[in-house]
């Protein structure tokens, strides 16, 4: 019985791994880590967004999760997927970060702290301060996304 337990185990946790490992590209982890870490932060300021905008009724509760898991992924330390060498391959990232890192540091800097005051103004539950600084914290983004995002797949 143990063996069919261990035998089990070990298959779950090989199927199950798979799907968890899919999206990061073996010849550029870099680009991926970059990658998976936007697309976190898109998932999760996505469906505020669409509470604030009245596309889904407004529960604060679930607003102030959201938010506290946007400050959480936000924290992640992303700037190690900047590498030198790492402009090169699949990347939305402009070449230009490289030549700027301490301007996309900072504005890195200013998201953190936005997502940080987000969360806290959020746990209050007053849903007018709630949506300013769900603005404001946009503007964050904006601010990168403007100077060092490209709409299209560099190669």
């Known amino acids: 019985m143990k063996r069919q337990t261990l035998v089990s185990t070990v298959l779950a946790a090989t199927l199950l791994s798979g799907p968890s490992l899919a999206h990061i590209e073996q010849s550029e982890p870099l680009q991926s880590l970059r990658q998976s870490y936007f697309a976190l932060l898109g998932m999760t300021f996505g469906p505020m967004g669409d509470m604030v905008k009245g596309k889904i009724e407004w529960d604060n509760a679930r607003f102030a999760g959201w938010a506290a898991d946007l400050n959480h992924a936000a ?16 990347t939305r990232a402009r070449p230009n970060i490289w030549s700027n890192m301490d301007d996309f540091q900072s504005k890195l800097d200013d998201f953190r ?15 007018g301060a709630s949506r300013d600084q769900f603005i404001a914290t946009g503007g964050t983004c904006k601010a990168c996304h403007d100077e060092y995002k490209s709409k299209d797949y560099l190669y």
């Open 75 to 90: 924290q992640f330390g992303v700037e190690r997927g900047f590498a030198p060498g790492s402009e090169k391959g699949m």
């Open 113 to 127: 702290a936005a997502a940080a005051q987000l969360a806290e103004t959020a746990s209050e539950g007053d849903q």
